[in-house]
């Protein structure tokens, strides 16, 4: 009875404890080929992602990497055969671009960026309650046996 009491009160210290997790490491690989950006289709993440873009130049000529609304404006960033990368919190839940803004380059050019909370859940990560679970158990298994000693 005592090791239930116990079980009980650790459970719901866990529960008490347990912070979700909200924001998630996102990596996304563009490549410029035949001046498009592959993939072409749009890039969804959650508020608050750290989000990395891989970016490589597959072309025979120079592009540029722009991601509308949040300062990113390289250009014109590297010449053919060359990556570079860049990390972005996502802002607030709303849609932008991600184009090459050498002229004549957007309208081909162009994958549409969203952040949405109804999009891609975040990957959850362990937190401090694993830990706690794991006491929890300990000392069930401590209290059941010295319980049994008596």
């Known amino acids: 009875m005592r ?3 116990l079980l009980a009160i650790g459970l719901l210290a866990v529960t008490a404890v347990a912070v979700p997790v909200s924001a998630t490491n996102r990596t996304f690989v563009l490549s410029a080929s035949n ?3 592959l993939p072409s289709g749009p890039i ?3 508020p608050g992602d750290n989000v990395t873009f891989i970016v490589y130049n597959n072309d025979s ?3 540029s990497f722009i991601i509308e609304d949040y300062g990113i404006d390289i250009v014109p960033w590297v010449g053919p055969g060359v990556s570079r990368s860049v990390t972005i919190t996502a ?3 709303g849609t932008g671009d991600i184009y090459c ?3 004549g380059h957007r309208s081909a050019m162009t994958v549409e960026f969203i952040v949405s909370t109804g999009g891609t859940p975040p990957a959850k990560t362990p937190g401090p309650e694993m830990i706690l679970v794991a006491i929890v158990l300990f000392a069930l298994v ?3 046996r010295f319980s049994r000693r008596k």
Do not use: K, Q, S, Y
Request: proline share 0%; net charge positive.
């Open 3 to 5: 090791a239930l009491l």
């Open 35 to 37: 001046t498009r950006w």
């Open 44 to 46: 969804t993440v959650a």
């Open 61 to 63: 000529i120079a592009h």
């Open 91 to 93: 802002g607030a839940v």
């Open 101 to 103: 803004g050498i002229t």
């Open 142 to 144: 401590a209290a059941i």
